[in-house]
Structure formats: C-alpha cells, structure tokens
C-alpha cells in the first residue's frame, strides 16, 4: 500500500512537472536578427530577462527571407509551442494565416495589427515619445534648426520623424527640421559610419540637436554629436550613458517590456488576445530623464515636456501618426 | 600513360562530389567547434530538406529562384561577362511582374496573365541589365562594378516606389496590396490536391516548370543557335570573334539582357507564387547565389540543376538546423554555404591533379589485370 503510494505520488509529481514543462513560448525574429542592435535585439533583451527570471527556455527561429516567416511561424506553432511573438510589421501577413489554422495558439505581435481571436496585436505610439523629444530638441536649440536620422526610410520610422518634427514646432514656431534617412536596404539600420556623415552635414547645415532613429547607426551619429560638440538624442532603450553631455535624452520605446510581458503574462494565464496600443499613457513610449542628462534640461524644459505629455495623455494636444494618412503635416 | 586525361563523367561528376564532401568535412570541423554534433547537424539538413512533403516543397521553392539566377549568371560567364547584378534585376524584374499583375489581376486568370507577367518583368529586368551592358561594351565601364552599383539602386528604387506609390493605403508594412487569388500561380499543394493528394503547405508552385523550360531555352540558345555560338565564342576569345566578323558589342549588351531577363522569372517565383504581392527585399540574395550555383554547376543547365537543388536543400536545411538546434546560430549555415563555394567554385581544380592520380592508377591494374 505504501509502495502504491509511493508510485502514485511519484507519478503526480512527474506529470506537474511534466505540465510545468508544458509551457514552451516561442519567438520569431525577423529579417535583420537578434543581434541587430535595435529593434529585434530590444525583444531578444527582453526574452533573454524573461528567460533568467523563470528559468524557462524558449523557441527562437531568425527569418532570412520572406518565405520563412510563415514557416516558422506555422512550425512553432506545429511544436506546440504556446504563446508564439511574431516581430515586426512585415510578419503581419504571416501570421494572419497562420493563426486561423491554429485557433488555440496564442499569438502575439510586435508593431501590427492582426485582428484574430487569438492574436495580441501590440503596437507603440512612437509619435507620441517622438513629439516630446522634439520638444525638448528645439528648446535646447540654440540655431532654431533642429535634425533628424532615420534608419530606412520605411513608413515606421516616418512616424518617429512626424511626431520629432510636430514636437519641435510645437515647442518653437520657426524651427527648421532637417530629415535624413541612412538608407534603403536593412544595412541602414547598422551602418555608423554613414550616420556620422549624415549627422555631420547636418550641423554643417546648422543644426544643432539631432535625434537618430535608426538602430545601430545612431552610435555614428551620437559620435558625431559628441566630436562637434553637438547635441544628440538615442531612441528605442535609455541610451543616456553613452555618451553624458551630449545625449540630450532618449524616446524610449519599451519593446523589451512588450515581449517579456508577453511571455509572463501568459504563463500566469493573463494574457488576452486584442489590441494593445502604447502610447506615453500607457508607458510603451518616454522620454528619459537621468543622471546622465540632469545638467542638460533646464527647469523650463522640464516643466513644459511634462506639461505636454499631460496634455497628450489628457488628449488636449493630438499628435499627428504619420501612418494614419501617410502624411505629415509638420514636414 | 600520364597523358592520359580523366573522362568527362569523372570531371563533372564526381570532382564536384568531392569538393562537396570536403567542404562538408570542413564545416563539421567547425561544427564541432563550438560544441555540437556534426552528425546531428547533418542528419537535420538532410531530413529537414528531403525528409517530409513541406521540407521538400521549401527546398524546391528555392531550387527554383537558383535556377533562374544561375542561368542567368551562366550565360553572361559564357560571352566572359561576370555578372553580379542577378540581385538588383531580379528585384526590379518582380517589379515588372507585380505591376502587370496588379493591373491586370481583375480581369485575367492567372494562366492568361502569366505571358505578360513573363514579358514584363523580362522587359524589366533586362532593362536593368542593359545599362551595364551598354557601359561595359561601349565606354569600356567594367560590368563587375556597374552590376554591383545596380543593386544598390534597385534596392533604393524599390524602397522608394514601396513607401510612397505602391503601398497598400492603411497598411503598416512597405508592400503592395495582395493579388487577386485568381491570378496567383497555383501552388503544388493545388496541383496535387487537384488529383486527389493531400501534401503539406509550402510555397512551391508552377514556377519550377518555368525553371525547367527556362533550362531547355538556355540549353537550345547556348549550344544550338548562332547567337549561343557567337556569345561562346567571345567567351573564348574576344579578339577572334572580332576578327571573324562578330559584332561584339551587340552581343554583349544582348546577353546581358538575356542574363537580366531570367534573374527577373525570380520575380514570377517569389511575387506571382509565393508573396503574392510586391515586398521589400523579396530576392534574398537569390542573385548572388547564382553566381554560386553558375560556378558549381559548371555553366551547364544539367549542372545548374543540381547545383541548385543543392543549395536550396542547403537554405532549407540550414533553417530546419538553426530551428531544431538553436545553439548552432543561423550563421553556421552562411559558413556551410561559403565552404562549398569556396571548394567548388575557388579551388575546384585543388583536389585534380591527386584525383587523377588516383583514377589513372585504379583504370591502369584493371587494365593490367585484364592482360
């Protein structure tokens, strides 16, 4: 009898462990990698804490061509593995066939929209932390001419470029907003060199804050800022440290935040299919402020960048999103 | 007996086979490097390539988009031209072919719009190829560097005409609205669920028999028409086309706009078949794989058959390693795929001299031993 029990509890504690087991998430990089010092390396960090934190191995698979994002997802999803995060707008597409073959997978996707019963579709309101820093770029400008470095010129980064320049004049009537984009192949968004040349014309065009946009490629460009003793402002994570004294701030853009919670709510069982838009309110969009930057926002500054993400949140200023109309009216 | 040479078969089958094997050998070395089994790797290639209906299908899929840019690349190596422009004219090629389809989708079935697609990105991609060429046969430009620069600009051009013209109003991502079902190739799993067989989902479709035509096509002009030999014979020996009355520079700008006209049946493969509407970044490096495949397979399209097959099993395989075994990183496969060109194409004439060696010294005691 006791034997018997022995067996039984054995066998119980074998099958919790094997259900512990049971949860296995699963990312889908796209093109460019997890190594891409942006976007997709943003979601890696935020696995990779996920991962440390529980424990919990996922799936990973790194597309390099656009025919392996279907497969990839549809071979997780075959694995059983649950929830699966899709990365990027162009696996939109991708996903939506996938996810009608598999209704009881859990999906979700960064920066798309796909409008199934079992897809989380979580996008940022990048115009939104955009409009703030641009705010913060013309107060600080002392040349009213205040500049901009895109990675590849795809409507995404337009967005950020919309809401920097609709934040600047927000903040300065007259200023001149000049736009760059590094490229047009996804070398563009890890190509330093040609940032730093871009941002050099830039102040030679007599701008003097520039807010880069564009992945690795910014490293140029706040190298650039720092030899001219210029300006610069890091996107997506708080890229204050790098260099104190010329990074006049960061939009952040928490994409690790999206992709860890979206392994964490899921396996406390919270996670909901639907729309997750985040905005300034929300906190998927910022702009950071720290020891690094202390010495460079004036009280004034301060005071008006956090009136205007009152009034964001509160609705009383409408920040324009470029991709709504492929349009801006800022530029 | 040492003026004795190695028969064909032995040249073109079994050298390849070899140098393939060592560069397998060598890239289970570097397996082996960083930890992981190389017998593992090798089983998860080989069954995620020809193991199961879908594997197969991707395989295919990409045999078919090699096909096409190493006959490309092969017929411009035929009149000594190095074409690496495959990228740039397969991509504006897909264009051609997408714009076609797109204002002709809602009218025609895809069998009836099939001719004009192939026109029209043919016309595309060898107008790509045709300011190179005309560079290269009458300002002396060298073809190398102008194909390399028209990738860039393709690249930039798609990009633009992508985000502001083409995009699908509303839409996140940089790429045309879908085509219409009815016009899109039929996919194999179609083909075969026609005759009553259930195979698995993959991209494949029609395309590969486009492929197949486009070999025969390139086999008849190479070997069987007075243009192929023209195009040969300024391969062999520019001076003496001239001097037999060739006109060289004509043939030069033609070939290429051959060569330009079948990287861009990519566009048919990737934008008609599988995406089913124009993206960015579609070709994937096709073009410059087919520079891989034209090198291996000897500029034959027998050998640019299988040399692609290979390679495709390679790209299929490869993501079936990085998806089973996420410690062995996507690179890994980069280095497998370098290797083998490495071997087949750089040092192709390496393992010769001992390989013949060999095979006079076997073929010598056989004929002894039949005396």
């Known amino acids: 009898m006791k034997r018997q029990f022995l067996v039984l509890s054995a066998a119980i504690a074998l099958s919790t462990s094997a259900m512990a087991a049971e949860f296995k998430p699963a990312v889908v990089f796209d ?93 940022f309101k990048e115009q939104e932390g955009s409009f703030l820093v641009g705010l913060l770029a013309a107060m600080k400008s002392e040349s009213k001419v205040v500049s901009f470095v895109g990675g590849m010129d795809i409507p995404l ?23 760059n984009m590094t490229g047009s192949t996804p070398s563009a968004w890890n190509d330093p060199v040609k940032g730093g040349e871009l941002a050099r014309s830039q102040f030679d065009r007599g701008s003097d804050v520039v807010f880069a946009a564009a992945g ?116 | 007996m040492s003026n004795k040479t190695l028969p064909a078969w032995v040249d073109v089958g079994v050298l390849p086979l070899l140098n393939v094997c060592l560069a397998f050998i060598v890239s289970g070395f570097v397996i082996l490097l960083i930890g992981e089994s190389p017998l593992e790797a090798v089983k998860y290639i080989i069954t995620g390539a020809f193991g199961y209906d879908e594997g197969i299908g991707y395989t295919l899929f990409y045999t078919t988009n090699f096909i096409f840019t190493g006959l490309a690349v092969s017929i411009a190596f035929h009149a000594g031209l190095f074409n690496i422009g495959g990228e740039g004219q397969a991509y504006i090629g897909g264009l051609g072919v997408g714009l076609m389809c797109l204002s002709l989708d809602n009218f025609l079935p895809w069998w009836a719009l099939l001719p004009f697609a192939i026109a029209a990105g043919a016309a595309f991609g060898a107008a790509w190829a045709f300011i190179p060429a005309y560079l290269q046969a009458y300002r002396g430009s060298h073809v190398v560097i102008t194909t390399i620069m028209f990738n860039f600009i393709a690249s930039a051009l798609m ?82 086309a001239v001097y037999s009355g060739i006109n060289t520079r004509r043939i030069i700008v033609i070939t290429m706009c051959i060569s330009g006209g079948l990287s861009a049946m990519v566009g048919i493969n990737e934008v008609m078949g599988a995406q089913e ?49 996420p410690d062995i990183p996507n690179n890994i496969v980069v280095v497998i795929e370098g290797l083998v060109i490495l071997f087949c194409g750089a040092l192709t004439l390496m393992i010769k001299p001992g390989a013949e060696k060999i095979f006079l010294k076997l073929t010598n005691k056989k004929e002894s031993a039949n005396v």
């Open chain 1, 216 to 331: 690795g490629t910014g490293v140029g460009v706040y190298q650039a800022a720092k030899d001219a003793g210029k300006f610069a402002i890091g996107v997506d994570s708080n890229q204050n440290h790098i260099h104190p004294g010329t990074m006049l701030t960061s939009m952040i853009k928490s994409v690790n935040v999206a992709a860890y919670n979206t392994f964490k709510t899921a396996q406390d069982g919270t996670w909901e299919a639907g729309f997750n838009t985040l905005g300034l309110a929300e906190g998927g969009v910022d702009w950071a402020y720290d020891q690094h930057n202390k010495s460079l926002i004036t009280p004034a500054m301060k005071a008006a960048v956090e009136k205007a993400k009152a009034d964001i949140i509160s609705g009383k200023i409408v920040v324009h999103d470029y991709m709504s109309d492929n349009n801006c009216p800022s530029l």
């Open chain 1, 157 to 179: 980064i337009r967005r950020f470029n919309c809401g920097y320049a609709q934040g600047a004049k927000y903040a300065v009537k007259d200023v001149t907003v000049i736009s």
């Open chain 2, 277 to 325: 509407r124009i993206l960015l970044d579609f070709v994937a490096g096709a073009g410059f794989t087919g520079i891989a495949v034209a090198l291996m397979g000897r500029n034959h399209p027998i050998g640019i058959v299988i040399a692609s097959l290979l390679f495709g099993a390679l790209k299929q395989g490869g993501a079936e390693l990085s998806f089973e075994n």
């Open chain 1, 31 to 123: 093109m460019g990698g997890k190594f891409d010092k942006s976007f997709n390396q943003s979601v890696f960090d935020g696995v990779e804490q996920f991962r440390r934190e529980t424990g919990v191995r996922y799936r990973e698979f790194e597309v390099t061509n656009p025919s392996q994002r279907e497969q990839a997802l549809r071979k997780m999803a075959q694995r059983k593995a649950d929830p699966v995060l899709a990365i990027g707008f162009a696996q939109a597409t991708a996903l939506e066939k996938v996810a009608k073959d598999f209704p009881n997978t859990k999906f979700s996707i960064i920066d798309a929209v796909v409008d199934l019963p079992n897809v989380q579709s979580i996008v």
């Open chain 2, 159 to 240: 990009v633009y005409l992508l985000v502001n013209v083409l995009i699908e109003p509303g839409s996140m991502a940089p790429q045309s609205r879908s085509l219409m079902e009815s016009a899109t190739l039929p996919s194999m799993q179609d083909l075969f669920a026609a005759v009553g067989i259930d195979i698995a989902n993959s991209p494949l479709n029609v395309s590969i028999f486009l492929a197949l035509i486009c070999c025969v096509l390139v086999w008849l002009l190479l070997w069987h028409t007075r243009l192929g030999y023209s195009i040969r014979m300024i391969g062999f020996n520019e001076n003496a």
